[in-house]
């Protein structure tokens, strides 16, 4: 019986990897016109005025987000000061959301690469590590690598010490039913990794060998997720997101014509080994 041939990719999401294209990747196109009419974000916060490009003073701050009356008044800076200063509160006030854990410093290392990255995607260990501990700590039925495990243990022909490749679609349909990893426990809003990623765009999930010996066997499973770092206008609109300074900052440095810095892709990977019995 033909056998499937390693490294195989498994699965992949019907969302591509690189859509340079999607909602949340846009920038610099929005006016001032159409942040404060059609986002509601005419006032950002007590420092700046993006749109006359004016330091305010204590003295004439707002009380209110939604006061507008003072705009104009206050010394007038360039808008590459503009851009350092809402960056530098755009970083304070990630704080909120990455409160303890070793991936709390993320967020403002994100951050500072939209600031200077210029779109370029964003890579780093400490992701590729919180993926693998998400995914080989979930032992839920849900979890994909332990659907993987048991489809393969069923699937494998002990004669002929292979995985047949006309099962190669047991492993596909099993991940479907199961949940893909992603950053959305209750711990996640509080250890910085549901700021940086919560939710991903894309994943392949592939295997990368398998050895079979007598009525063990051996895989080697990679994933690889993407995310985007971006706000699209429906994320904007949503009062979970719009009533947080964090987040209209973030909205207006990415959207506004003036300003348009590049979201980017968030890269990360895992390699799992998992072993077993078949039949």
Known sequence: MAALQFPCTIFTTQNRMDDYCAKDMRYGDLTEAQLT???RL????????PYTLTRRSSMVRPQSMFCCNLRGQGEKITRQQCAAIMFDEFRQLSRLFSV?????HLIEK???HMQNGKGTPFRDLSLDRALKEQIF???TKNSTLLRIRDTLKKQ???EDKNYPIKDKDELRKTILEGKLPKFDRFQDNFNGMGITVHGIWATHISIKSLHIDNDRYRAVVHYKVQDHFGLD????LKTKFSQFHFFRIWFVLQRYTQFGFKPFMTNIAAT???TGAHK
């Open 37 to 39: 009419s059609q986002y």
């Open 42 to 49: 005419d006032y950002l916060y007590d420092r700046v005025d």
């Open 100 to 104: 303890y854990g070793s991936y709390r």
């Open 110 to 112: 994100m951050i500072t």
């Open 137 to 139: 700590n979930d032992k």
């Open 156 to 158: 494998i022909i002990r």
């Open 233 to 236: 206008s429906d994320d904007i």
């Open 272 to 274: 799992i080994k998992i």
